[in-house]
């Protein structure tokens, strides 16, 4: 089946400090790229759609100029957690969606900002 | 907007137990149901999905039935095994206004089960 990958799965930073996590559709062209946010015993969290050489459609209460999105090629969009802060401690997710094989989803990322 | 709910977990059950994780939905018209299941370490994978009234979906011996009466869609296998140990998701997509094309998916919290030998 169609696989996604994350990278990386665990990342520790400071307080002030900004990181990147990758999304790759590993053996299929992504339409449409999406990145979810899990808090502990919550469910999933869409923050945002983004589809490949257009902007991100950010969901109400998501501030963009925070988690920055760019979905750069069909196979990889990347999710920036900009001056992070521990309340953006938390698993990341990310799908994408092939129109005909539906949607599929990565091991998600587990942020922690001390 | 759409929401839905599942019961807490974890679920913990011997080895050739029946298994049953509630799902209730809120959602206008006629969204589509989804179970999802989430393996340690790993990404989501759909498990089962039914798409109108009355329709069962199964996969890997789970079963649930879309329920529109009682709203609810809840996830049945009659024999779990050790290798069923994971967190299953209830989510559901589309509903009133549905018009094709891509609708966000709602999810549940989750449900994590754990089976033992």
């Known amino acids: 089946g169609a696989v996604v990958s994350q990278h990386p799965s665990r990342v520790i930073c400071k307080s002030g400090t900004s990181v990147k996590i990758e999304c790759r559709s590993l053996?299929?062209?992504?339409?449409?790229m999406f990145w979810y946010r899990q808090f502990p015993k919550q469910s999933l969290m869409l923050m945002a759609t983004?589809?490949?050489?257009?902007?991100?459609?950010?969901e109400q209460g998501v501030e963009k100029d925070k988690f920055l999105i760019n979905h750069a090629s069909l196979t990889l969009s990347t999710l920036t957690v900009t001056s992070a802060h521990p309340e953006d401690s938390s698993f990341y997710i990310c799908?994408?969606?092939?129109?005909?094989?539906?949607?599929?989803f990565g091991p998600g990322t587990r942020l922690t900002v001390t | 907007g759409n929401s839905v709910t599942q019961m807490e977990g974890p679920v913990t059950l011997s080895e050739e137990a029946f298994l049953t994780i509630n799902c209730t939905y809120t959602?206008?018209?006629?969204?589509?149901l989804f179970w999802y299941v989430q393996y340690p370490g790993e990404g989501l994978q759909l498990l089962l999905k039914?798409?109108?009234?009355?329709d069962k979906g199964s996969n890997k011996g789970f079963e649930a039935t879309y329920r529109k009466e009682t709203t609810s869609f809840h996830l049945e296998k009659g024999s779990v095994q050790v290798s069923d140990s994971a967190v299953y998701f209830c989510?559901?997509?589309?509903?009133?206004?549905?018009?094709?094309?891509?609708?966000?998916?709602?999810f549940g919290t989750g449900t994590k089960l754990q089976v033992i030998p």
């Open positions: 799908s994408a969606r092939d129109e005909d094989l539906g949607q599929y």
């Open positions: 053996d299929f062209q992504a339409t449409t």
């Open positions: 983004s589809n490949e050489g257009s902007k991100a459609t950010y």
């Open positions: 959602a206008t018209g006629y969204p589509s």
């Open positions: 039914a798409t109108k009234a009355d």
């Open positions: 989510a559901l997509s589309g509903g009133f206004g549905y018009s094709g094309g891509y609708q966000k998916v709602t």
